[in-house]
């Protein structure tokens, strides 16, 4: 009989081999898993932004200038009593538009008459003075040439005939005095416009001079509207002229559109009439005036009014529509695009304001594009799907640069220069 002898066996060393298997397996899973982290997915490529493109050009472009405004008549008188009386009655509704040699008031008549009566009657008596003066100058002449008479005597009878003819001169300058005195009691507008309320009421006493006044009539077609220009616009007008950066008409024939308080334009046009030549010592500014036709009676004296003045040109000038300009934290920008289509930022100094656009100073080249829809979702280097924009409409003079004032000889404005410069690229303003 073989007797085996029996080993024991360490505790667990038999399960070895299936316990490492598994801690390997777990491992290689951890990895795979962390391999698997680490790479990230790709992310689907951003679609082309839809813009609105523009080609810069230059062009001329009729400007309008724009100013507050007051109106004046263009004609107004001081009704005044000529002679002092009574007040019989005012003739006229206060504030309404009066005819030349329309009656107004009417003053106590009777003492003017009488005055007139006495002067009449002087010069009767004159007159027949006269007449005897004449009657004894004629007999008087033959008497003294055949020595009946003496020198003296036909002298005395000339002078006699020549002082009666100086008193019937005088009194005949006496009879017109009265019957003007009289015709002062009849007090008629010496022109066609709206008259003022009165200042005298009937059966009031009036005199000649200040308490002779009566109302004032106001002529209100054509009228005048007046607006001031400043030393500093008037020169600034001037260099820009001079650098072919601003354009007048020619004889300064610029027409004049005036609009109301409420929008509405008086249908009227009217023309600069007058450029005061020096400057007022209290406003630091002349004097412009238009005179316009005021066939609809809108304007009244003194009213407050924008002026248009139209006929300035800004040649070979250089618009971009507003939208397209952005504004960074220091300046202006715009979107340029270069010739791979990708967009890039650049700072420009802009002019005044036309209608929805906006005069390019400087910054930007001729021929070059930009972004004018969509620009605020534009970035640096993003590719664009471009479609080109209709350029800036033809302006018919109707669009109001911002800050205006009318010619360096006759009128003002507050434009900014026209010039495009060189490229100016810039990061993000």
Same mark, same amino acid.
């Given at each position: 009989m073989i007797t085996r002898s029996f080993r024991p066996t360490r505790p667990g060393f038999g399960r070895l081999p299936s316990r490492l298997g598994l801690r390997i397996a777990c491992l290689a899973g951890g990895l795979a898993l962390l391999a698997g982290c680490d790479e990230k997915p790709v992310a689907p490529a951003r679609p082309p932004i839809e813009v609105t493109a523009m080609t810069l050009a230059a062009r001329d472009t009729p400007v309008t200038l724009e100013f507050v405004a007051q109106t004046e008549s263009s004609r107004e008188v001081e009704i005044r009593a000529r002679v002092a009386g009574f007040l019989d009655k005012r003739l006229y509704n206060e504030g309404e538009l009066v005819k030349a040699g329309q009656v107004l008031f009417q003053m106590d008549r009777k003492p003017f008459e009488a005055a007139l009566q006495s002067a009449q009657g002087q010069l009767a008596q004159q007159q027949a003075l006269l007449e005897m003066a004449r009657a004894d100058l004629v007999r008087v002449r033959p008497l003294v040439k055949i020595g009946a008479l003496s020198k003296k005597s036909l002298d005395d009878a000339i002078g006699n005939e020549r002082q009666a003819q100086a008193a019937v001169l005088s009194a005949e300058g006496l009879v017109r005095t009265a019957q003007i005195n009289l015709g002062y009691t009849t007090i008629?507008?010496? +022109?066609?416009?709206? *008259?003022?309320?009165?200042?005298?009421? =009937?059966? *009031?006493y009036v005199t000649p001079g200040e308490a002779g006044l009566l109302t004032y009539v106001s002529q209100v077609d054509p009228m005048y509207v007046n607006f001031s220009l400043s030393e500093n616009e008037m020169l600034k007008y001037r260099n820009e002229i001079a650098a072919n950066q601003l354009r007048f008409p020619p004889n300064n024939a610029f027409e004049v559109e005036v609009v109301l308080a409420d929008g509405s334009v008086v249908p009227d046009r009217g023309r600069l009439s007058f450029a005061d030549f020096s400057f007022s010592e209290s406003t630091g500014t002349f004097l412009i005036r238009a005179e316009l036709a005021n066939s609809k009676g809108l304007l009244r004296p003194g009213q407050f009014v924008r002026a248009h003045v139209k006929g300035a040109i800004r040649p070979n000038?250089? +618009?971009?529509?507003?939208?397209?300009? +952005?504004?960074?934290?220091?300046?202006?920008? $715009?979107?340029?695009? =270069?010739? =791979?289509?990708?967009? &890039?930022?650049?700072? $420009? &100094?802009?002019? =005044?304001?036309?209608?929805d656009d906006w005069f390019v100073s400087q910054g930007l080249r001729l021929g070059e594009r930009i972004v004018v829809d969509g620009a605020i979702r534009v970035a640096p280097g993003l590719q664009l799907k471009i479609v080109e924009a209709s350029p800036p409409a033809e302006s018919a003079g109707d669009a109001s640069d911002s800050q205006s004032p009318v010619a360096a000889e006759a009128l003002p404005s507050q434009q900014e220069r026209m010039k495009v410069g060189p490229s100016d690229k810039g990061s993000a303003p």
């Open positions: 008629a507008s010496p +022109l066609t416009g709206v *008259s003022s309320f009165a200042k005298q009421q =009937d059966g *009031s000038a250089v +618009l971009v529509p507003q939208r397209a300009v +952005l504004q960074g934290p220091r300046s202006h920008y $715009v979107w340029v695009i =270069d010739n =791979d289509g990708k967009p &890039e930022q650049r700072v $420009v &100094e802009m002019g =005044d304001w036309h209608g």
